[in-house]
């Protein structure tokens, strides 16, 4: 078990979530962070707000399954720039010999895996019908290696009250797959107008 500098109610709270479907129910009950200023805070900063984004809410989970013993593994899902999309930031975990995904997001798409996918690439993919904007476009294009967070020896990104954006920085630089040929990407259906509706399904409303 690691412990680093959390505080009697973190370690509580830890212990409670002692397994990734209550680290997600956790997740899913904080309200997600609309903020979008570039600005990435640590898992004790996310507890005290109560929200989170997705690259917030993987930060949190990883902690919570280092804090079990596991490896705080994360994984970045790069999308398109033409059309643009946003990137997505999952927690990696296995059970079974199978890879699972905690996953942070406001839509009712791209959220918890359970662990039934043999690899890496089998998770990812498992989220690329549901990578979609609202132009019917499918959007996934690249992933990351799994990233070990514990390799991060200067930077505090579990307590610190400092802006964590050089981990956003440090993700972009692991190297990233592609998951499509360039003759794939021209032969892809865009999303059906009822796939675009059930995206549209939203947990909380930006004020």
Same mark, same amino acid.
């Given at each position: 078990m690691?412990?680093?500098?959390y505080?009697?109610?973190?370690v509580?709270?830890?212990? &409670?979530?002692?397994?990734p479907?209550?680290?997600?129910?956790?997740?899913?009950?904080m309200k997600?962070?609309?903020r979008?200023?570039?600005?990435?805070?640590?898992p004790? =900063?996310?507890?005290?707000s &109560?929200?989170a984004?997705c690259?917030?809410?993987a930060l949190l989970?990883?902690?919570?399954?280092?804090f079990?013993g596991?490896?705080?593994?994360?994984?970045?899902?790069r999308?398109s720039?033409?059309?643009f999309d946003?990137?997505?930031?999952?927690?990696?975990?296995?059970?079974?010999?199978c890879?699972?995904?905690?996953?942070k997001?406001?839509?009712?798409?791209l959220?918890?895996?359970?662990p039934?996918?043999k690899?890496?690439?089998?998770?990812?993919?498992?989220?690329?019908?549901?990578?979609?904007?609202?132009?019917?476009?499918?959007t996934?294009?690249e992933y990351?290696?799994?990233?070990?967070?514990?390799?991060?020896?200067?930077i505090?990104?579990?307590t610190t009250?400092?802006d964590?954006?050089?981990i956003?920085?440090?993700?972009d630089? =692991?190297r990233?797959?592609?998951?499509?040929?360039?003759?794939?990407?021209k032969?892809?259906r865009?999303?059906?107008?009822?796939?675009?509706?059930a995206?549209?399904?939203?947990?909380y409303?930006?004020k």
């Open positions: 690691v412990k680093f500098d505080t009697k109610e973190e509580k709270l830890f212990r &409670k979530l002692n397994s479907q209550k680290i997600q129910d956790y997740l899913n009950s997600f962070n609309f979008g200023d570039g600005v990435f805070s640590s004790r =900063v996310v507890i005290k &109560k929200k984004d690259l917030e809410g989970a990883a902690a919570i399954l280092e079990h596991h490896k705080p593994i994360i994984v970045d899902l999308s720039r033409k059309p946003y990137d997505h930031v999952v927690t990696v975990f296995k059970k079974f010999d890879f699972g995904a905690i996953s997001t406001n839509h009712g798409v959220r918890y895996r359970e039934v996918y690899t890496a690439r089998e998770l990812v993919m498992s989220f690329f019908h549901e990578y979609f904007l609202d132009n019917r476009q499918k996934l294009r990351s290696e799994p990233f070990n967070l514990s390799s991060i020896k200067h505090n990104w579990r009250d400092a964590l954006w050089e956003h920085e440090i993700l630089k =692991v990233h797959y592609p998951v499509l040929s360039k003759q794939q990407i032969n892809l865009k999303a059906d107008k009822v796939e675009i509706l995206g549209q399904i939203v947990e409303r930006k």
